[in-house]
Protein backbone atom coordinates (compact mmCIF):
# COMPACT_ATOMS: atom_id res chain seq x y z
CA UNK A 1 0.00 0.00 0.00
CA UNK A 2 1.18 3.24 -0.87
CA UNK A 3 1.77 6.09 1.63
CA UNK A 4 -1.27 7.91 -0.32
CA UNK A 5 -3.65 4.85 -0.19
CA UNK A 6 -2.37 4.61 3.87
CA UNK A 7 -3.60 8.35 4.44
CA UNK A 8 -6.74 7.57 2.35
CA UNK A 9 -7.59 4.25 4.55
CA UNK A 10 -6.98 6.28 7.77
CA UNK A 11 -9.99 8.67 7.14
CA UNK A 12 -9.50 12.21 8.52
CA UNK A 13 -8.29 14.15 11.31
CA UNK A 14 -9.33 12.20 14.91
CA UNK A 15 -10.86 9.15 12.66
CA UNK A 16 -14.25 8.75 13.14
CA UNK A 17 -14.58 11.90 15.56
CA UNK A 18 -13.22 14.15 12.45
CA UNK A 19 -11.89 16.86 14.90
CA UNK A 20 -11.83 20.06 13.49
CA UNK A 21 -8.67 21.69 11.56
CA UNK A 22 -8.11 25.31 12.86
CA UNK A 23 -6.80 26.87 9.52
CA UNK A 24 -4.60 30.69 9.96
CA UNK A 25 -4.60 32.43 7.15
CA UNK A 26 -8.05 30.98 5.95
CA UNK A 27 -9.34 34.29 4.03
CA UNK A 28 -6.52 34.37 1.43
CA UNK A 29 -6.06 31.91 -2.05
CA UNK A 30 -4.28 29.23 -0.30
CA UNK A 31 -6.28 29.03 3.02
CA UNK A 32 -10.10 28.77 1.03
CA UNK A 33 -8.28 26.03 -1.09
CA UNK A 34 -6.94 23.92 2.33
CA UNK A 35 -10.47 24.65 3.30
CA UNK A 36 -11.93 23.34 0.60
CA UNK A 37 -9.36 20.12 0.72
CA UNK A 38 -10.35 19.84 4.01
CA UNK A 39 -15.02 19.85 3.60
CA UNK A 40 -14.31 17.45 0.77
CA UNK A 41 -12.53 14.88 2.64
CA UNK A 42 -15.62 15.67 5.52
CA UNK A 43 -13.16 17.35 7.97
CA UNK A 44 -14.52 20.83 10.05
CA UNK A 45 -12.77 23.36 9.38
CA UNK A 46 -12.43 26.33 11.59
CA UNK A 47 -11.14 29.84 9.76
CA UNK A 48 -9.04 32.19 11.79
CA UNK A 49 -10.22 35.38 10.66
CA UNK A 50 -9.66 38.97 12.30
CA UNK A 51 -12.38 40.15 14.27
CA UNK A 52 -15.18 41.92 12.54
CA UNK A 53 -14.57 40.09 8.97
CA UNK A 54 -16.19 37.01 10.27
CA UNK A 55 -18.25 36.93 7.28
CA UNK A 56 -15.03 36.63 5.02
CA UNK A 57 -14.48 32.81 5.94
CA UNK A 58 -14.98 30.59 3.65
CA UNK A 59 -17.90 28.85 3.07
CA UNK A 60 -18.85 25.89 5.01
CA UNK A 61 -15.85 27.07 7.43
CA UNK A 62 -16.41 28.02 11.48
CA UNK A 63 -15.17 31.32 11.48
CA UNK A 64 -13.09 32.16 14.44
CA UNK A 65 -11.85 35.93 15.46
CA UNK A 66 -8.22 35.85 16.20
CA UNK A 67 -5.12 38.35 16.45
CA UNK A 68 -2.07 36.79 15.87
CA UNK A 69 0.07 39.02 16.72
CA UNK A 70 -1.23 39.45 20.16
CA UNK A 71 -2.12 35.90 20.54
CA UNK A 72 -5.75 36.92 21.27
CA UNK A 73 -8.41 34.42 20.49
CA UNK A 74 -5.81 31.85 19.63
CA UNK A 75 -6.66 29.72 22.96
CA UNK A 76 -10.19 30.02 22.08
CA UNK A 77 -9.57 28.77 18.62
CA UNK A 78 -7.34 25.71 19.59
CA UNK A 79 -9.32 24.27 21.69
CA UNK A 80 -10.33 20.82 20.84
CA UNK A 81 -9.11 20.84 17.41
CA UNK A 82 -7.25 18.24 15.90
CA UNK A 83 -4.73 19.82 13.84
CA UNK A 84 -3.56 23.76 12.60
CA UNK A 85 -2.52 24.82 8.83
CA UNK A 86 -0.96 27.77 9.70
CA UNK A 87 -0.13 30.62 7.16
CA UNK A 88 0.83 33.84 7.98
CA UNK A 89 -0.56 36.85 6.79
CA UNK A 90 0.70 37.92 3.42
CA UNK A 91 4.20 39.87 3.66
CA UNK A 92 3.49 40.16 7.23
CA UNK A 93 6.73 42.20 9.46
CA UNK A 94 6.18 40.31 12.86
CA UNK A 95 6.00 36.43 10.71
CA UNK A 96 8.06 35.20 13.80
CA UNK A 97 6.45 37.00 16.31
CA UNK A 98 2.98 35.63 15.13
CA UNK A 99 5.20 32.01 14.77
CA UNK A 100 5.98 32.18 18.94
CA UNK A 101 2.05 33.04 19.29
CA UNK A 102 0.91 30.25 17.21
CA UNK A 103 3.84 28.06 18.93
CA UNK A 104 2.73 28.53 22.25
CA UNK A 105 -0.79 28.32 22.25
CA UNK A 106 -0.87 25.51 20.01
CA UNK A 107 2.01 23.83 22.34
CA UNK A 108 -0.68 25.09 25.15
CA UNK A 109 -3.73 23.16 23.84
CA UNK A 110 -1.64 19.92 23.22
CA UNK A 111 -2.20 20.03 19.53
CA UNK A 112 -0.79 16.75 17.93
CA UNK A 113 -0.15 18.07 14.67
CA UNK A 114 0.93 21.59 12.50
CA UNK A 115 1.05 22.24 9.28
CA UNK A 116 3.44 25.11 8.68
CA UNK A 117 2.84 27.13 5.14
CA UNK A 118 6.40 28.31 4.38
CA UNK A 119 7.92 29.11 0.86
CA UNK A 120 10.49 27.64 -1.63
CA UNK A 121 14.13 28.40 -0.81
CA UNK A 122 13.45 30.47 2.54
CA UNK A 123 16.98 30.61 3.32
CA UNK A 124 17.78 32.83 0.45
CA UNK A 125 19.30 35.99 2.13
CA UNK A 126 18.10 37.96 -0.90
CA UNK A 127 14.56 37.87 -0.19
CA UNK A 128 13.97 39.21 3.04
CA UNK A 129 10.41 38.04 3.26
CA UNK A 130 11.69 34.37 2.58
CA UNK A 131 14.17 34.89 5.81
CA UNK A 132 11.05 35.79 7.87
CA UNK A 133 10.05 31.90 6.85
CA UNK A 134 12.90 30.27 7.79
CA UNK A 135 12.85 31.98 10.78
CA UNK A 136 9.20 31.28 11.77
CA UNK A 137 9.88 27.51 10.73
CA UNK A 138 13.18 27.06 13.54
CA UNK A 139 10.86 29.13 15.96
CA UNK A 140 7.55 26.43 15.79
CA UNK A 141 10.53 23.64 14.82
CA UNK A 142 11.96 24.21 18.48
CA UNK A 143 8.36 24.20 19.75
CA UNK A 144 6.68 21.26 18.23
CA UNK A 145 9.45 18.81 17.30
CA UNK A 146 8.06 16.20 15.10
CA UNK A 147 4.37 17.77 15.32
CA UNK A 148 5.47 20.25 12.44
CA UNK A 149 5.19 19.61 9.03
CA UNK A 150 6.40 22.38 6.84
CA UNK A 151 5.72 22.62 3.09
CA UNK A 152 7.58 24.84 0.96
CA UNK A 153 5.86 25.81 -2.38
CA UNK A 154 7.13 27.52 -5.14
CA UNK A 155 4.99 30.49 -6.95
CA UNK A 156 1.47 29.21 -8.00
CA UNK A 157 0.06 28.95 -11.46
CA UNK A 158 -2.77 30.47 -10.50
CA UNK A 159 -1.23 33.86 -9.68
CA UNK A 160 -0.67 34.19 -13.24
CA UNK A 161 -3.98 32.65 -14.96
CA UNK A 162 -6.37 35.76 -14.94
CA UNK A 163 -3.73 37.77 -16.70
CA UNK A 164 -2.74 34.59 -19.28
CA UNK A 165 -6.61 34.85 -19.85
CA UNK A 166 -6.62 38.66 -20.72
CA UNK A 167 -3.85 38.11 -23.14
CA UNK A 168 -0.35 39.59 -21.13
CA UNK A 169 1.86 38.23 -19.21
CA UNK A 170 3.58 41.28 -17.27
CA UNK A 171 6.07 41.10 -15.35
CA UNK A 172 8.67 43.50 -13.03
CA UNK A 173 11.25 40.84 -13.57
CA UNK A 174 13.16 39.40 -16.23
CA UNK A 175 11.38 37.03 -18.94
CA UNK A 176 13.68 34.58 -19.21
CA UNK A 177 13.88 33.85 -15.19
CA UNK A 178 13.10 30.06 -14.72
CA UNK A 179 10.21 28.87 -12.34
CA UNK A 180 9.18 25.52 -11.38
CA UNK A 181 5.42 27.14 -11.02
CA UNK A 182 2.94 24.94 -8.92
CA UNK A 183 -0.67 23.99 -8.78
CA UNK A 184 -2.59 25.42 -5.93
CA UNK A 185 -4.95 22.65 -6.14
CA UNK A 186 -1.99 20.22 -5.90
CA UNK A 187 -0.71 22.44 -2.89
CA UNK A 188 -3.97 22.10 -0.97
CA UNK A 189 -3.97 18.12 -1.36
CA UNK A 190 -0.74 17.71 0.27
CA UNK A 191 -1.85 20.32 3.13
CA UNK A 192 -4.84 17.59 3.58
CA UNK A 193 -2.83 14.59 3.96
CA UNK A 194 -0.30 16.67 6.11
CA UNK A 195 -3.26 17.53 8.44
CA UNK A 196 -4.41 14.07 8.13
CA UNK A 197 -1.54 12.75 9.69
CA UNK A 198 1.10 12.33 6.46
CA UNK A 199 4.70 13.61 6.57
CA UNK A 200 4.96 14.36 9.88
CA UNK A 201 8.44 16.05 11.25
CA UNK A 202 9.09 16.34 7.15
CA UNK A 203 9.80 19.45 5.32
CA UNK A 204 8.51 19.29 1.69
CA UNK A 205 9.58 20.97 -1.23
CA UNK A 206 6.42 21.58 -3.72
CA UNK A 207 7.84 22.73 -7.27
CA UNK A 208 5.65 22.21 -10.19
CA UNK A 209 6.54 19.76 -12.93
CA UNK A 210 7.98 22.21 -15.17
CA UNK A 211 11.02 24.65 -15.42
CA UNK A 212 9.35 27.30 -17.53
CA UNK A 213 10.46 31.03 -18.46
CA UNK A 214 7.82 33.59 -18.13
CA UNK A 215 8.15 33.79 -22.05
CA UNK A 216 7.39 30.12 -22.15
CA UNK A 217 4.69 30.41 -20.23
CA UNK A 218 2.65 32.74 -22.78
CA UNK A 219 3.64 30.25 -25.44
CA UNK A 220 2.23 27.20 -23.49
CA UNK A 221 -0.94 29.81 -22.59
CA UNK A 222 -1.45 30.68 -26.05
CA UNK A 223 -1.48 27.26 -26.94
CA UNK A 224 -3.82 26.16 -24.46
CA UNK A 225 -6.38 29.48 -25.26
CA UNK A 226 -5.74 29.27 -29.29
CA UNK A 227 -5.19 33.12 -29.25
CA UNK A 228 -1.97 35.05 -28.33
CA UNK A 229 -0.66 35.93 -25.20
CA UNK A 230 2.15 38.10 -25.02
CA UNK A 231 5.20 38.46 -22.05
CA UNK A 232 6.11 41.59 -21.27
CA UNK A 233 8.44 43.20 -18.36
CA UNK A 234 7.30 45.85 -16.51
CA UNK A 235 9.85 48.39 -15.34
CA UNK A 236 10.40 48.37 -11.83
CA UNK A 237 9.47 52.31 -11.69
CA UNK A 238 6.48 51.92 -13.03
CA UNK A 239 5.40 48.68 -10.86
CA UNK A 240 6.27 51.19 -7.47
CA UNK A 241 4.15 53.51 -8.93
CA UNK A 242 1.24 51.08 -9.75
CA UNK A 243 0.70 48.38 -8.17
CA UNK A 244 3.07 48.54 -5.60
CA UNK A 245 1.86 52.07 -4.23
CA UNK A 246 -0.80 50.68 -2.47
CA UNK A 247 1.95 48.86 0.00
CA UNK A 248 3.30 49.46 2.64
CA UNK A 249 7.09 50.61 2.18
CA UNK A 250 8.44 47.20 3.93
CA UNK A 251 6.61 44.82 1.60
CA UNK A 252 7.25 47.40 -1.46
CA UNK A 253 11.48 47.09 -0.21
CA UNK A 254 11.08 42.99 0.06
CA UNK A 255 9.00 42.58 -3.33
CA UNK A 256 11.73 44.34 -4.75
CA UNK A 257 14.14 42.72 -2.87
CA UNK A 258 12.61 39.62 -4.35
CA UNK A 259 12.16 41.03 -8.10
CA UNK A 260 15.86 41.31 -8.25
CA UNK A 261 16.61 37.63 -6.60
CA UNK A 262 14.49 36.22 -9.67
CA UNK A 263 16.36 38.34 -12.16
CA UNK A 264 18.89 36.94 -11.02
CA UNK A 265 18.27 33.24 -10.66
CA UNK A 266 14.26 32.87 -10.81
CA UNK A 267 12.49 30.74 -8.65
CA UNK A 268 13.01 26.64 -8.68
CA UNK A 269 12.65 23.64 -6.96
CA UNK A 270 12.95 20.10 -7.51
CA UNK A 271 9.91 18.67 -9.22
CA UNK A 272 10.24 15.00 -8.51
CA UNK A 273 8.77 15.58 -4.99
CA UNK A 274 5.41 16.29 -5.49
CA UNK A 275 4.75 13.76 -7.70
CA UNK A 276 5.86 11.26 -4.93
CA UNK A 277 3.54 13.21 -2.34
CA UNK A 278 0.51 12.79 -4.55
CA UNK A 279 0.73 9.94 -5.38
CA UNK A 280 0.02 11.03 -9.78
CA UNK A 281 1.56 13.65 -11.99
CA UNK A 282 1.76 17.50 -11.00
CA UNK A 283 -0.52 19.48 -12.47
CA UNK A 284 0.97 21.37 -15.52
CA UNK A 285 0.76 25.17 -16.23
CA UNK A 286 -0.77 24.21 -19.88
CA UNK A 287 -3.47 22.16 -18.14
CA UNK A 288 -4.13 24.51 -15.46
CA UNK A 289 -4.88 27.61 -17.79
CA UNK A 290 -6.99 24.75 -20.47
CA UNK A 291 -8.94 24.22 -17.33
CA UNK A 292 -9.74 27.86 -16.97
CA UNK A 293 -10.42 28.78 -20.62
CA UNK A 294 -14.12 28.68 -20.37
CA UNK A 295 -15.95 31.56 -20.19
CA UNK A 296 -17.66 30.48 -17.03
CA UNK A 297 -14.30 29.98 -15.22
CA UNK A 298 -13.16 32.50 -13.04
CA UNK A 299 -10.32 34.92 -14.10
CA UNK A 300 -8.75 36.18 -10.97
CA UNK A 301 -6.81 39.43 -11.14
CA UNK A 302 -3.27 38.85 -10.74
CA UNK A 303 -1.49 41.86 -9.23
CA UNK A 304 2.14 41.51 -10.67
CA UNK A 305 4.78 40.52 -7.68
CA UNK A 306 1.94 40.96 -5.42
CA UNK A 307 0.58 37.61 -5.70
CA UNK A 308 2.86 35.52 -4.05
CA UNK A 309 2.33 31.79 -2.51
CA UNK A 310 0.07 31.86 0.45
Known amino acids: MGERDGVAAAGVVGGDDRLPVLVVGATGKTGRAVVAALLAREVPARAAVRAGRENAAPEGSTAVAVDLVTGRGLAAALDGVGAVYHLAPNMHPDEVRIAEQVAGAASAAGVGRLVLHSVLHPHDERMPHHVRKALAEEVLRSALGGQLTVLRPAAYHQNLVGQARAGVLRVPYSLDAPFTNVDLDDVAQVAADALAGAHPGGTLELAGPEVLTTRQLAEQAAAALGRPVHGTRMPLDEWLAGPGAALTAQARH ?50 PGRDVPR
Not at 256 to 262: I, L, P, T
Not at 274 to 290: E, S
Not at 293 to 302: K, L, N, Y
Open 254 to 303: DLAAMFAAYDESGLVGDPQVLPALLGHPATTWRTRVARTASPQAPTGRAV
